[in-house]
């Protein structure tokens, strides 16, 4: 909290109150912080007495993501490497921690982002925050498949980092 006075000529003052936070500031608890603010204003014509106006404002500050997982569409952990048929129709769900604002998820099969297939839901988590769902279904093909790497990265739009999911082998058979 930083107090400032400031004259706007000889006779009066503005007193202000600012709040500086920096970009991606975040807090514990992941909940709207309610603060109130407060202007004051001084004048010959008032007698000397200064005069106030209050606001109370809820504030939602940034919550950075914690984790980002991969798992099988009945929410089970994957296996390091996927032995999987050629052709079989397959389903991979990406969960993020809960975030504010809600993470974006990008899904990668070796270096290429896949963007066809991707259903992505945000959903209710703790304290009014909301967290992603993100499905990848698609059909494995051993030509672009075989012996790449899956994986899912979350990100959130007020920090620069990035979060990655296990890297998991596909391993095609029935060539």
């Known amino acids: 909290m930083v107090n400032n006075t400031a004259p706007c000529d000889q006779l009066e003052a503005i007193y202000t109150s600012t709040l ?3 970009r991606g500031t ?3 608890g992941n909940i709207p912080f309610k603060t109130k603010f407060v202007c004051g204003i001084q004048h010959p014509a008032l007698d000397g007495v200064i005069q106030y106006s209050e606001n109370s404002h809820y504030v939602n500050f940034a919550v950075n993501l914690t984790s980002v997982i991969l798992k099988d569409v009945n929410d089970n952990a994957l296996p390091s490497t996927m032995e ?8 991979l769900k990406c969960v993020t921690s809960t975030s504010r604002p809600t993470a974006t998820v990008r899904w990668y099969i070796g270096s290429t982002n896949v963007v066809s297939g991707v ?3 945000a959903k209710p988590g703790e304290n009014g925050l909301e967290y992603m769902e993100s499905n990848l279904t698609f059909t494995l093909n051993s030509n672009e498949h075989h012996s790449k790497y899956i994986y899912c990265q979350a990100y959130s739009s007020l920090s620069s980092s990035v979060l990655q999911s296990t890297q998991h082998m596909l ?3 029935g060539k």
Not at 84 to 91: E, K, N, P, R, T
Request: charge should be negative.
């Open 171 to 173: 391993s095609v058979t």
């Open 119 to 121: 259903e992505n839901i």
């Open 84 to 91: 999987l048929a050629q052709g079989s129709v397959v389903i």
């Open 26 to 28: 975040t807090f514990q």
């Open 20 to 22: 500086h936070l920096t």
